[in-house]
């Protein structure tokens, strides 16, 4: 995943046939790539700093985690095991389960320990090679805590070697005491988050959890209006469970992902086919919630530049690894390691717009990269299902201190 120039959204076969050079060298200066190429075109190491021979040694970018819900207070393993007795995911949430347990146990606690809480899980995820991502609001529900949740994004960023990309998703579910009156809970996210929000800087997009049971797609496009009033761009969560409308919805607002589609038929498949919107899969939260992948492969094979995200939440997806993931998709979408590793680098950095920066190796990026152990190559991330893979990680031209095995 290197070449001279930035490559495009990668579509269709162009997800298999990934641009790569043999026997490269790379320089970095200030944690950037400088320059790139084939070692016969390598300038005279004497001068520079540091030299490291990596010979036999497959380098990939660094991963880009395009969804997740990192920033929760409470692990829910009790509504786990009441999914496994037979209890729909929809049935727990109507009880007061689900995305409103995780808001009350937010709320109780302090800024101060979901910030550590938080610190410490994204940089658990920084060892497992995640060096840009993406993260929601949503279990908030409130003016406070969703402000809360949302500078806690921000700070995570001033401390964290990679891109933070921060999504308010107040239209995470509906609060209990608003059951019977939603429309007042909407004006609260449309008349009183969003122009905070917006005026503190705290969110690039906005997304809304649409869904039967959760918003509809009259309130979905109320509040992706509001939101782009306010300069944020749309992302959607649609298609997890039914064929709610949401993959239109989301054309029409120009959304830059629609996310989950495990529920995806041939015609959405066409029309997501033939947009700019990206679709993204979440495999590891089919996975937990068993349910069937989303048919990344027929995406792909309709021409379409797919990316993959781990989701990582209490609820539905509680792992935010990547090498996890990448297995997971070979494994259970029959995906190639090649058509993996497009959705996870480049195009997930495009669904984020920091496609000039993450996502492939190639000049003027930041030095974000995954050093595989010698003498294996693409096959065994999969395979190895675990992050055994792993020799080295350097994020924006560092070393990773606790990935460095001796
Ligand atoms: O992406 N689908 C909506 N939101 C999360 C799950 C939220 C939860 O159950 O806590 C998801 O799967
Ligand atoms: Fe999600």
Request: glycine share 6%; aromatic share 8%.
């Amino acid at each position: 995943m290197a070449s001279q120039e930035n490559i495009p959204l990668l579509k269709g076969e162009a997800m298999q046939n990934i641009p790569c050079i043999e026997n490269a060298f790379m320089l970095i200066e200030q944690g950037k790539i400088k320059s790139l190429g084939p070692m016969t075109e390598c300038p005279d190491p004497k001068p520079f700093h540091q030299v490291q021979d990596l010979q036999d040694h497959v380098i990939i970018p660094s991963f880009v985690d395009a969804h997740t819900h990192l920033v929760f207070a409470a692990t829910r393993e009790e509504e786990f095991v009441d999914r496994i007795k037979g209890l729909s995911y929809q049935e727990i949430a109507a009880k007061g389960g689900g995305i409103l347990n995780s808001a009350a146990k937010l709320s109780q606690m302090s800024e101060e320990n979901l910030y550590e809480l938080s610190a410490n899980k994204l940089h658990q995820l920084a060892c497992l090679g995640t060096g840009a991502i993406e993260m929601k609001s949503g279990y908030g529900l409130s003016l406070e805590s969703e402000l809360k949740i949302l500078r806690i994004h921000k700070k995570l960023a001033q401390h964290y070697p990679g891109a933070i990309r921060s999504t308010f998703l107040g239209a995470h579910a509906i609060p209990l005491q608003y059951r019977d009156r939603r429309e007042d809970y909407i004006r609260i996210i449309t008349d009183e988050m969003l122009p905070v929000i917006a005026q503190e800087k705290l969110a690039d997009y906005c997304d809304v959890f649409c869904e039967k049971g959760f918003f509809s797609l009259e309130e979905t496009d109320l509040i992706l209006s509001k939101a782009s009033q306010y300069g944020l761009k749309a992302r959607i969560h649609s298609n997890q469970f039914t064929h709610c409308g949401g993959i239109e919805l989301a054309l029409r607002h120009k959304a830059l992902s629609v996310d989950h589609l495990e529920v995806l038929n041939e015609t959405e498949i066409q029309t997501l086919a033939q947009s700019n919107t990206i679709p993204i899969l979440l495999p590891i939260a089919a996975f937990f919630m068993n349910q069937h992948q989303g048919p990344a492969k027929q995406l792909i094979d309709n021409q379409c530049g797919i990316a993959l995200a781990t989701d990582f939440n209490p609820g539905t997806a509680h792992s935010g690894s990547m090498p996890f993931l990448f297995s997971l998709a070979c494994i259970a979408m029959r995906l190639t390691p090649e058509q993996v590793l497009s959705a996870t680098t480049v195009n997930a950095a495009y669904s984020l717009e920091l496609e000039d920066q993450y996502g492939s190796l190639c000049p003027g990026k930041w030095a974000s990269f995954i050093i595989l152990q010698a003498h294996r190559d693409l096959a065994f991330i999969p395979y190895s299902m675990s992050d055994s893979w792993i020799q080295k990680i350097y994020y924006q031209g560092n070393v990773n201190d606790r990935t460095q095995k001796k």
